[in-house]
């Protein structure tokens, strides 16, 4: 099991991400610069958070568009498993891998601070350490994290099982509280909080850890 | 080949919360300008582009704005092209 971990100019948290994995978890990982257009030998793929390309035009599009990504889009269309985190979610999400967007913050804050989620796991493969109406708590650390979407569309994730983890306490606007959503297939996750920084108990708290050990089941 | 200039004018959907924007209206009232009712921040993006003719310069602005300038998930979008400057057509 070999995890390719995705470097954009100003990814921040691939070797937090690393860390949980190899460190805390003994998974093999390697580093994906963004130019790289082959996954050979990769069994899963993390995007990571920070700012990649700087965000500008906004979180996640210019990212979108790089080489590497579009062999994430045929393995992730083969049903490999893709974890998104923070940034990592924005980029799913503009490259349309999940529905919706991340926008500002209602508060317009940055904010953070750890955050109360309610799991409901359903097919999400990433998920399956955890019970449905599990209460973790992971950090989050976002400027941009309202997740957006129409009420239509809303509906028909809540209704498919997508809404997997939502906040207790909504810290930024997100629509239906959502905090992480996944494929209907269940192999991609994307969540704006962060379980690579709730994996060593050096840093506080381990509940990101059933997320990143499901790679090991 | 002439050059289009093209302006790309990005907007919030009116659905979308702008609080941005309505950081911006409080300090206009801050200001002492009581009146703004409404204040929502786009994006304009000005842009030089090359094509063989006023059609193509179209389509290809239509295709980045709606695929890379706009997000139409959360925005909309104008497009106004000007004419190639008379200089490059001497």
Redesign the interface.
């Known amino acids: 099991m070999t995890v390719g971990v995705l470097v954009f100019p100003g990814s921040n948290c691939d070797r937090d991400v690393r860390w949980a994995l190899q460190g805390c978890l003994g998974v093999s990982t390697t580093f994906l610069w963004h130019e790289q257009r082959h996954l050979d030998g990769i069994d899963a793929v993390v995007i990571p958070g920070g700012f990649s390309y700087g965000d500008y035009l906004r979180c996640g599009a210019i990212a979108r568009f790089a080489p590497v990504l579009e062999a994430v889009k045929a393995f992730a269309a083969a049903g490999g498993p893709v974890l998104g985190i923070c940034n990592g979610f924005q980029v799913l999400t503009e490259m349309g891998l999940l529905p919706g967007a991340l926008t500002r913050n209602a508060g317009l804050h940055f904010i953070c601070e750890p955050a109360e989620l309610r799991v409901s796991p359903g097919a999400c493969r990433w998920l399956q350490g955890y019970a449905e109406g599990d209460a973790i708590r992971l950090p989050i650390a976002h400027g941009e994290g309202r997740y957006q979407c129409d009420p239509d569309d809303l509906r028909r994730l809540e209704d498919n099982g997508q809404v997997v983890l939502r906040y207790a306490a909504n810290p930024n606007g997100s629509v239906g509280d959502v905090a992480g959503l996944s494929n209907p297939a269940g192999n991609v996750l994307g969540l704006m909080p962060h379980p690579e920084r709730a994996c060593d108990p050096a840093t506080g708290g381990v509940d990101g850890r059933p997320l990143l050990a499901s790679l090991l089941r | 080949m002439p050059t289009f200039h093209a302006r790309v004018q990005v907007s919030l959907r009116p659905?979308?919360?702008?609080?941005?924007g309505e950081?911006t209206r409080a300090a206009a009232a801050r200001l002492g300008v009581d009146g703004v009712r409404r204040l929502r921040i786009g994006k304009a993006i000005e842009l030089e582009l090359e094509a063989a003719d006023r059609a193509t310069a179209q389509s290809q602005l239509e295709l980045i704005s709606d695929r890379?300038?706009a997000?139409p998930?959360?925005e909309n979008w104008t497009l106004e092209i000007s004419e190639p400057a008379a200089a490059e057509h001497p």
């Open positions: 659905s979308v919360l702008d609080p941005a950081a890379l300038l997000n998930v959360i």
